[in-house]
T-cell receptor
């Protein structure tokens, strides 16, 4: 089952913050986040494995809630370079061997 | 540098033709994947392989075929049975902690 990402799109000014959510109807084994620039390959940002986990990557961080059914990606003090489409990938169990991706959230940062 | 190489970057297919997309990795990853991406949409899994000489169908395998004869290589053939093959194709590999993607092949039917 595909995870649901929200919002579908967001427009920001430089320096503003954004939150992107990735939700599942059942508990997940893992969530991983990617950013894709137009016409390019998705780039891995981070992976979360434990309920309640939080991780950071410069000004981009993510959390995984205790029930492991929702992950949120936080972009603070956004920069122009943050523009792109953000995807979450999810795995249901450790033996899944494959990930299911959300439809993506398009982030546009304007000067 | 380690990574995934996809070729060609652009590919044009005539109606009724089979075409093969190349994917090579030097990351020593066991698992490899093929995803299809349509404009404005997410990634849909075509095939995946967790070990040499073994692969499984993903969600949209019809009209596609793959092979995994070497750990480094996972080519995808788009057959004439795939009626709507125009899309961006991404190959990925993994060692279990996130995916590394290739730069993609954009396939267009002419």
């Amino acid at each position: 089952q595909q995870p649901v990402q929200s919002p579908q799109a967001v427009i920001l000014r430089e320096g503003e913050d954004a939150v992107i959510n990735c939700s599942s109807s059942k508990a997940l084994y893992s969530v991983h986040w990617y950013r894709q620039k137009h016409g390019e390959a998705p780039v891995f940002l981070m992976i979360l494995l434990k309920g309640g986990e939080q991780k950071g990557h410069e000004k981009i961080s993510a959390s995984f809630n205790e029930k492991k059914q929702q992950s949120s990606l936080y972009l603070t003090a956004s920069q122009l370079s943050y523009s792109g489409t953000y995807f979450c990938g999810t795995e249901w169990n450790t033996n899944a061997g494959k990930s299911t991706f959300g439809d993506g959230t398009t982030l546009t940062v304007k000067p | 540098d380690g990574g995934i190489t996809q070729s060609p970057k652009y590919l044009f297919r005539k109606e009724g033709q089979n075409v093969t997309l190349s994917c090579e990795q030097n990351l020593n990853h066991d698992a490899m994947y093929w995803y299809r991406q349509d404009p404005g949409q997410g990634l849909r899994l075509i095939y995946y392989s967790q070990i040499v000489n073994d692969f499984q169908k993903g969600d949209i395998a019809e009209g596609y075929s793959v092979s995994r004869e070497k750990k480094e290589s996972f080519p995808l053939t788009v057959t004439s049975a795939q009626k709507n093959p125009t899309a961006f194709y991404l190959c990925a590999s993994s060692i279990g902690v996130g995916y590394t993607f290739g730069s993609g092949t954009r396939l267009t039917v002419v």
